[in-house]
């Protein structure tokens, strides 16, 4: 049903910005909430950011809420996660996520991407 492909990662000096993208293939972004998450080596995957299909409210957790911003774009079918102040402790793998519930638990989400690619250097 649900075929995300994220993008927009890359290598960034701290203090600098990214934009990620995330698009919806199958056109299915409507009934669910889309969210963003982060897994850095050895660690557990951590919510980032969520929104509603419709896009009327956002969550954010406590170490982006400040510097993060998570928007969508029904048209395109695409969720973006604005990246700005980046720190070395952003660096990690992001995904994009669709779900039926706001959770900051992975567990609760049930599509994912493959993942993106975030570093950022000293």
């Known amino acids: 049903q649900v075929q995300l492909v994220e993008s927009g990662g890359g290598l960034v000096q701290t203090g600098g910005s990214l934009r990620l993208s995330c698009v919806d293939s199958?056109?299915?972004?409507?009934?669910?909430?889309m969210g963003w998450f982060r897994q850095a080596p050895g660690k557990e995957r951590e919510f980032v950011a969520l929104i509603v299909g419709s896009g009327a409210s956002t969550s954010y957790a406590d170490s982006v809420k400040d510097r993060f911003t998570i928007s969508r774009d029904g048209a395109k079918n695409t969720v973006y996660l604005q990246m700005n102040s980046l720190k070395p402790e952003d660096t990690a793998v992001y995904y994009c996520?669709?779900?039926?519930?706001?959770?900051?638990?992975?567990?609760?989400?049930?599509?994912w991407g493959r993942g993106t690619q975030v570093t950022v250097s000293p």
């Open positions: 199958g056109r299915t972004f409507s009934p669910y909430y």
């Open positions: 996520a669709a779900g039926r519930r706001r959770s900051s638990n992975p567990s609760d989400w049930v599509t």
